[in-house]
T-cell receptor, first 117, second 109 residues
Framework: DAGVIQSPRHEVTEMGQEVTLRCKPI?????LFWYRQTMMRGLELLIY????????DSGMPEDRFSAKMPNASFSTLKIQPSEPRDSAVYFC???????????????FGPGTRLTVL | GENVEQHPSTLSVQEGDSAVIKCTYS??????FPWYKQELGKGPQLIID?????GEKKDQRIAVTLNKTAKHFSLHITETQPEDSAVYFC????????FGPGTSLSVIP
């Protein structure tokens, strides 16, 4: 399997611009997670989907952030308008559900390094 | 809310020595405890995990222990090598995973 695929790997944009990050989870995984990583705050869960439905978006910082999962093989995280404080590495991860409840191991993509000038 | 604490935040060891990282968690529903290694410029990668019905698990030079009563779990790396240098994250998971803040391990040749 190719693993979790994220694009772009690097994104540099100017404040106020729209940014769209993309993720393709591992085939057969039905949970997808978006994380943000910064030196100050570590790894933060932004939102997670199960079977394409958003389950918990309490980590989404504000209305400028939105995420969609139109099908089982694709998800986007959009920031509009972007601000310098959004500069971070954004990771996507996917996992399978466990029969007894909960989710199995999360597998992370390589991340998108976002710089907002 | 759910929380995972991790200590130490930084750790330097001589090559060949052992390294121990300790974590505590707050959510007693957690039943799965993965450990991730993150190298520079890469995403976190699973290195070992343990489920709540097991007290210890070993895979070559790495081992994890779990004390569910005390809500403690630990990572042990023996015979450390320079390529073990990375940031290590513990996590406690039921439906979503709660990560610890990470430990930056440096192995000095």
């Amino acid at each position: 399997d190719a693993g979790v695929i994220q694009s772009p790997r690097h994104e540099v944009t100017e404040m106020g611009q729209e940014v769209t990050l993309r993720c393709k989870p591992i085939s057969g995984h039905n949970s997808l997670f978006w994380y943000r990583q910064t030196m100050m705050r570590g790894l933060e869960l932004l939102i997670y989907f199960n079977n394409n439905v958003p389950i918990d978006d309490s980590g989404m910082p504000e209305d400028r952030f939105s995420a969609k999962m139109p099908n089982a093989s694709f998800s986007t995280l959009k920031i509009q308008p972007s601000e310098p404080r959004d500069s971070a590495v954004y990771f996507c991860a996917s996992s399978r559900d466990l029969l007894g409840g909960g989710t199995d191991t999360q597998y992370f993509g390589p991340g998108t390094r976002l710089t907002v000038l | 809310g759910e929380n995972v604490e991790q200590h130490p935040s930084t750790l330097s060891v001589q090559e060949g020595d052992s390294a121990v990282i300790k974590c505590t968690y707050s959510d007693s529903a957690s039943n799965y405890f993965p450990w991730y290694k993150q190298e520079l410029g890469k995403g976190p990668q699973l290195i070992i995990d343990i489920r709540s019905n097991v007290g210890e698990k070993k895979d070559q030079r790495i081992a994890v222990t779990l004390n569910k009563t005390a809500k403690h779990f630990s990572l042990h790396i023996t015979e450390t090598q320079p390529e073990d240098s990375a940031v290590y994250f513990c996590a406690a998971q039921y439906d979503k995973v709660i990560f610890g803040p990470g430990t930056s391990l440096s192995v000095i040749p």
